[in-house]
């Protein structure tokens, strides 16, 4: 009767083989999401580069109120007949 083979000769390797899959696998996932998380952030700079666009044009074509940005009070806009 032949001898069957040790399934497993060297634990120690097998252990080091297991966590370097491990590892590789680990690497794998993390690069996957910092390419997911760096397109994400690309296209968020996108959008706020398009809202600084038009919130510029948005106060080139707010009416100037020569007060310096300062707010309003609402009660000058009562009409005179109150």
């Known amino acids: 009767m032949a001898a069957?083979?040790?399934?497993?000769?060297?634990p120690i390797a097998a252990a080091v083989d297991k966590r370097l899959t491990d590892l590789e696998v680990k690497a794998s996932f993390t690069e996957d999401l910092v390419d997911h998380l760096?397109?994400?952030v690309a296209r968020q700079q996108s959008q706020i580069d398009l809202?600084?666009?038009e919130v510029g044009k948005l106060k080139d074509r707010a009416p100037d109120t020569g007060t310096g940005?300062?707010?309003r009070d609402p009660r000058e806009d009562i009409p005179p007949h109150y």
């Not at 069957?4 to 060297?10: G, L, V």
């Open 4 to 10: 069957m083979p040790d399934p497993d000769p060297d």
């Open 38 to 40: 760096n397109d994400l």
């Open 51 to 53: 809202l600084i666009r």
């Open 69 to 71: 940005g300062a707010t």
